[in-house]
């Protein structure tokens, strides 16, 4: 069956380093998405993208970079973690013209 | 400035009764409205939606109803029921963009009651 994965799920990290959390889909969607979740803010977009090579900035897209070489993965980068980017990150894909996002598990990142 | 706002945290109803989960937006070009359904340690899953050009979405227990004039929508569940608890986000897409970028709002916990 056709889903999304992240990885780590969980990933604790110091101030400073950086860090790369993983997005594959299998469904062979264009359209690719980062978002945080954090209390009393929903979730918040970080950065897109429509296709390989794409790549566009989100709400909240600071401290954050993208890179999409291939259909089926978007990583998202953090240069040099920071407290504040303590969260819980999602990426989701869809089809090109099609509303619904189809939702990855979730990585839980603690920046120490 | 949030242009997606779902004002009550959280909300508590007891099994077989009504929830009512409500959505105010600012932005006028919002042309497509969807509710996610968030369970603890998952990503959220669509649940349903509803078109600009209509008023009202039925599937099943839950129902969407959409107040343009007001910039209003609302999610009702009936009847509820316990495993119907989760976190519940509203997502308008704006019609200015053709890609389904959404807007989320911060979501409201609902708790049903056995």
């Known amino acids: 069956d056709a889903e999304i994965t992240q990885s780590p799920r969980h990933k604790i990290t110091e101030t400073g380093r950086q860090v790369t959390l993983a997005c594959h889909q299998t469904w062979n969607h264009n359209n690719m998405f980062w978002y945080r979740q954090d209390l009393g803010h929903g979730l918040r977009l970080i950065h897109y993208?429509?296709?390989?090579?794409?790549?566009n900035k989100g709400e909240v897209s600071d401290g954050y970079s993208v890179s999409r070489s291939n259909t089926e993965d978007l990583p998202l980068t953090l240069e040099s973690a920071a407290s504040s980017q303590t969260s819980v990150y999602f990426c989701a894909s869809s089809e090109s013209g099609v509303n619904e996002q189809f939702f990855g598990p979730g990585t839980r990142l603690t920046v120490l | 400035d949030q242009q997606v706002k779902q004002n009550s945290p959280s909300l508590s109803v007891q099994e077989g009764r009504i929830s009512i989960l409500n959505c105010d937006y600012t932005n006028s070009m919002f042309d497509y409205f969807l509710w996610y359904k968030k369970y603890p340690a998952e990503g959220p899953t669509f649940l349903i939606s509803i078109s600009s050009i209509k008023d009202k979405n039925e599937d099943g227990r839950f129902t969407v109803f959409l107040n343009k004039s007001a910039k209003h929508l609302s999610l009702h569940i009936v009847p509820s029921q316990p495993g119907d608890s989760a976190v519940y986000f509203c997502a308008p897409k704006d019609g200015g963009t053709s890609y389904g970028k959404l807007t989320f709002g911060q979501g409201t916990i609902l708790t049903v009651h056995p």
């Open positions: 993208s429509y296709g390989v090579h794409d790549t």
